[in-house]
């Protein structure tokens, strides 16, 4: 799937998605243009999704974080249910699961008044039956993607 050059330069790109061509090509042992061709065929084939910047959301004024589990109203199509949770600015995640619920959600706020007033607006949301909440209270590990090649 991946050679071990490939994985190298996606483990660069993990730890620093800014990392020049340059620099690469001195970790792995290539030329730059050789990285940029490499990490475009990465591009290409979907390996690489995008880049973007981390934020801290204690730094931004969002240190609420709380998963909100979602179970849809009978016979409401499905996909007017999760085009009305995309269009909440809260939600930062929506993943469709298998179980008692149809939906996580994990949502970031400025207090638990917001919390509360987002659950009170959520939970009359066309399309939504009923909601769980479990706010978090630390969170102990948070990172980028395992690799799978990565022991």
Known sequence: MFDTVDQKILMILRKDGRASHAQIAKDVGLSAPAIGERIR???????????????????????ICAYVAIIPQPRNPAANLVENLRNQPEIEELHAVAGNYSYFAKVRVASPEELDAFLDRLFVLDGVERTQTTMVLKTNVERNMHLPFVS
Request: net charge neutral; aromatic share 8%; no cysteine.
């Open 41 to 63: 065929k990465l591009e290409q084939s979907g390996v690489i999704k995008g880049y973007r910047a981390v934020f801290d959301p204690d730094v931004l004024g969002l240190p």
